[in-house]
């Protein structure tokens, strides 16, 4: 390592705990009102410092609601969310034109996507033409209102959900869009000692005491400067290139995977691999990054990108089975 790098690892070293600090202050208040989903939260907590779109996939009553709204609230950003359906019109998302009779005017009337975090309801409830409308503003993170192009409030993410075990009436995600999104997270119920907890804590006529806001834009702002200082040895930034890779090409990895594989991840996978590992390693307190990090966040990454062949589908394989074969064929470095 050179003098420069030794001199940045202890300059991190010695921000890590105030940043630490507020990771732990809005990760701790969520936890007061949602139980039992621990992963989710540190999903939505990678995808707030990452500045990227998180997919949430689980049946209702999982708390995915509850857990954007309520990390929205703790840090006193506007939030609002979208029920998609499948009568939503474009501008029904971004808003339009009203006409002023009086001035013979048309003035933007902004819609709910001028917010700071949005849900998604069941994004694939709509249309083609209205998940378009909002793949603008994922992507560009602007609106286009008429002729007028207007930047969105920042920090500005997408937390979309789909119900696993409805499908009629739904609109499968264009790839394009699927793309879009960081992390596909699924979720589970909670064990049996979570349920009791969610049953003393919600188990009332009365809503449960809101939470408070802890940390402001400004402090993930920081966060996101600091996350470009975990330190990313050059064997693991070999061995990200190398799953992914092994997506496209499993044959070359001596993977047999090579017919159940009808499209393996962009390049796009490498980037957010990359900074999806990098907030793994901050929020499990550290400054480097170690492989683990690397493999726990690879499903994530991963399922929604790597599209299985139908003889894959045949033999009733996922693309979380072969994302684990990937896994286990690469040796660690």
Not at 210 to 221: F, H, Q, Y
Not at 278 to 284: P, S, V
Request: proline share 6%; aromatic share 6%; glycine share 4%.
């Amino acid at each position: 390592m050179t003098g420069k790098n030794l001199k940045q690892t202890e300059s991190t070293e010695t921000e890590l705990p105030s940043q630490i600090e507020k990771l732990e202050r809005i990760r701790s208040e969520i936890q007061k009102v949602v139980v039992g989903q621990d992963l989710l939260i540190e999903r939505l907590l990678i995808g707030l410092i990452c500045n990227q779109h998180i997919l949430i996939e689980g049946v209702p009553g999982l708390a995915k609601t509850l857990s954007v709204n309520t990390l929205a609230d703790t840090l006193g950003l506007k939030f609002k969310r979208i029920q998609f359906t499948p009568d939503l019109l474009p501008g029904d998302i971004l808003g339009t034109l009203i006409y002023n009779p009086k001035t013979g005017e048309f003035t933007p009337k902004k819609g709910p996507v001028f917010a700071n975090i949005i849900l998604a309801d069941e994004i694939n409830r709509a249309p083609a033409k209205v998940q378009s409308a909002l793949l603008e503003a994922m992507q560009e993170r602007q609106v286009t209102i008429g002729d007028e192009s207007y930047k969105l409030q920042q920090p500005f993410m997408v937390m979309a959900t789909q119900n696993p075990i409805e499908q009629e009436g739904t609109y499968p995600l264009p790839e394009a869009q699927v793309d879009r999104f960081m992390l596909k997270v699924k979720i589970d119920y909670p064990d049996k000692e979570e349920e009791l907890k969610i049953l003393r804590l919600m188990a009332r006529s009365t809503p449960p005491d809101k939470v408070e806001t802890v940390a402001t834009s400004e402090d993930i702002l920081d966060l996101r400067i600091f996350l470009d200082k975990i330190y990313l040895d050059p064997v693991i930034e070999e061995y990200i290139v190398d799953i992914v890779h092994a997506t496209r090409n499993p044959e070359k990895y001596d993977i047999d995977a090579e017919n159940l594989i009808r499209y393996g991840g962009s390049p796009r996978a490498t980037i957010f691999l990359t900074i999806g590992a990098k907030a793994r390693a901050l929020l499990n307190r550290r400054t480097y990054v170690v492989p683990q990090d690397v493999r726990d966040i690879a499903y994530d990454v991963l399922r929604h990108r790597l599209i299985v062949s139908y003889e894959a589908e045949a033999e009733s394989l996922t693309s979380e089975n072969i994302i684990e074969r990937i896994i286990e064929a690469i040796p660690e470095p």
